[in-house]
């Protein structure tokens, strides 16, 4: 049972352009929504994270859009560089094991060019 | 400060082996969970670590165990290795409690021959 859904598996986008990636979940107990980039060889880094008390989140080009009711949130990356290229995941936790556990999506990844 | 750190990088081993990966949280960090990574599956959640006792166990079977020490590393341990088990073992650290930051180690490639 996967228990967060992520789409799409790849994207490409111009430079400047804006990519979106959408995540949706079953578990109604999770709580606490984060988004990782990883690059080829490292491991996942948290860009963004955001609780279902509201409705978008933004820092810097990075925007997380919620919808508690659809129980869907997607990952918004304005102005997208060619740096920005890399494989994104969702992921999702729950209170009682101080949000180390974590829920992943299968990822997307991303390619901007130039 | 260092990162998180894992070792080896990479490991290569033949079916029935069994194998341990070793990890080494930022310094403060008492929260250690390890992940393991396939193309197929992705992302999944093995166990969980904090004061050295595992709070949390993912959906894998029993050849998979893990330990903490009291200096707050963690080693994660593979019996009878299966070809299925060659994936990226990832390593995170954390500072237990609410909105903690992850922070994921450059992971262990492991492969099963």
């Known amino acids: 049972q996967q228990q967060v859904k992520q789409s799409p598996q790849s994207l490409i986008v111009q430079k400047g352009g804006i990519s979106i990636i959408n995540c949706a979940y079953e578990?109604?107990?999770?709580?606490?929504f984060p988004w990782y980039q990883q690059f080829p060889g490292k491991g996942p880094a948290l860009l963004i994270a955001?609780?279902?008390?509201?409705s978008e989140k933004k820092e810097g080009r990075f925007t997380i859009s919620f919808n508690k009711s659809a129980k869907q949130f997607s990952l918004h990356i304005m102005d997208s560089q060619p740096g920005d290229s890399a494989t994104y995941f969702c992921a999702a936790s729950k209170p009682g094991s101080g949000y180390s556990t974590l829920t992943f999506g299968k990822g997307t990844m991303l390619l901007v060019s130039p | 400060k260092a990162g998180v750190t894992q070792t080896p990088r990479y490991l290569i081993k033949t079916r029935g082996q069994q194998v341990t990966l070793s990890c080494s949280p930022i310094s403060g960090h008492r929260s250690v969970s390890w992940y393991q990574q396939t193309p197929g599956q992705g992302l999944q959640f093995l166990f969980e670590y904090f004061s050295e006792t595992q709070r949390n166990k993912g959906n894998f079977p029993g050849r998979f165990s893990g330990r903490q020490f009291s200096n707050s590393r963690s080693e994660m341990n593979v019996s009878t290795l299966e070809l299925g088990d060659s994936a990226l073992y990832l390593c995170?650290?954390?500072?237990?409690?609410?909105?903690?930051?992850?922070?994921f180690g450059p992971g262990t490639r492991l492969t099963v021959l």
């Open positions: 955001i609780r279902p008390d509201v």
């Open positions: 995170a650290s954390s500072l237990f409690g609410q909105d903690n930051e992850q922070f």
């Open positions: 578990n109604t107990a999770f709580d606490y």
